[in-house]
């Protein structure tokens, strides 16, 4: 199994600032996914990160609103752009471990915008 | 209709009973059928995972697969009250860069 680590664990953020959220990895990964975790809402894959490639954005989800960075094989980011109340969410980084059956999260990250 | 279905509860049932907890789909090329478990303020953990058709027992948890009837099944004997989290079912197809699709999550409290 792989341990995941996030910071922060949670910020309560004003309307129209930018929050980068940080994962980190105890082992090298390939593939590092980010979701959201609306209220009442199922998991939602936001983007699929490569180390050395763009990431790859799941359809209602854009790079302009939420860059990527993936500089190694441990570490990843997420930034939360211009928000808006709307933005208000759990955001967790996950990674694969034998299969794509077998995912690992981080604790989340709990975002409130005002 | 939605990909994954799932009643969100809250499900409260006496300590030592059998929990039944179900999800429904509509995608038959669903083949991977995963179970994680959330307690409150933590990320998701895997409970199970089957492959295609069949049942899977894990200590007190067992995974039922239907794929004739698209529906899904945990189910949790000698319940405790550890066990009170959110349980999310997940599907998804077998290509790589198939994703998985998470139903909402059904709330479960045991009541001791």
């Known amino acids: 199994s792989a341990v995941i680590s996030q910071k922060p664990s949670r910020d309560i953020c004003q309307r129209g600032t930018s929050l980068t959220i940080q994962c980190q990895v105890d082992?090298?990964?390939?593939?590092m996914f980010w979701y959201r975790q609306q209220p009442g809402q199922s998991l939602t894959l936001i983007a699929t990160a490569n180390q050395g490639s763009e990431a790859t954005y799941e359809s209602g989800f854009v790079i302009d609103k939420f860059p990527i960075s993936r500089p190694n094989l441990t570490f990843s980011t997420l930034t939360v752009s211009n928000m808006s109340p709307e933005d208000s969410s759990i955001y967790l980084c996950?990674?694969?471990?034998?299969?794509?059956?077998?995912?690992?999260f981080g604790p989340g990250t709990r975002l409130l915008v005002l | 209709q939605k990909e994954v279905e799932q009643d969100p509860g809250p499900l409260s049932v006496p300590e030592g009973a059998i929990v039944s907890l179900n999800c429904t789909y509509s995608n038959s090329a669903f083949q991977y059928f995963m179970w994680y478990r959330q307690y409150s303020r933590k990320g998701p953990e895997l409970l199970m995972y089957?492959?295609?058709?069949g049942n899977k027992e894990d200590g007190r948890f067992t995974a039922q697969v239907d794929k004739s009837s698209k529906y899904i099944s945990l189910f949790i004997r000698d319940s405790q009250p550890s066990d009170s989290a959110t349980y999310l079912c997940a599907m998804s197809e077998v290509g790589r860069d198939d994703k998985i699709i998470f139903g909402k999550g059904t709330r479960l409290h045991i009541l001791p």
């Open positions: 082992s090298q990964v390939t593939m």
């Open positions: 089957t492959y295609s058709s």
């Open positions: 996950s990674v694969e471990g034998l299969g794509k059956e077998t995912q690992y």
